[in-house]
């Protein structure tokens, strides 16, 4: 929402500027944090990161619980993140920006 909407709804509301130094900190942080699981982490658009982690899957005892050991690792850092699984990047970024959680898609055919 526009500030002013805000502050129509709940005058009593604390609006803080936006901090992009902050928020690139905080990717950087998340990106040291995740290397844990791939050496494949790249930074992407707004504010996302991008991981290949087909090789780990087996190591971390699959999808599932990879993905809880990397929300607990975000949240350690004091964020929160949606997170999105596919066999291609746009495929995975699709239902993490714009789903709720996390969006899993493992096969190709869903994709299409």
Request: proline share 4%; charged share 20%; aromatic share 6%.
């Amino acid at each position: 929402m526009r500030r002013g909407g805000v502050l129509t709804l709940a005058p009593d509301t604390a609006v803080l500027d936006r901090d992009v130094a902050r928020e690139q900190e905080c990717v950087y942080a998340a990106a040291m944090a995740l290397l844990q699981y791939t050496p494949q982490v790249a930074p992407s658009d707004e504010l996302t990161l991008l991981m290949d982690v087909g090789a780990s899957l087996t190591l971390f005892n699959g999808a599932h619980a990879l993905c809880g050991r990397i929300r607990a690792d975000i949240r350690a850092l004091g964020l929160t993140a949606s997170l999105g699984w596919a066999p291609t990047a746009r495929g995975a970024w699709l239902p993490a920006k714009h789903g709720r959680g996390y969006g899993r898609t493992l096969q190709m055919r869903i994709l299409q």
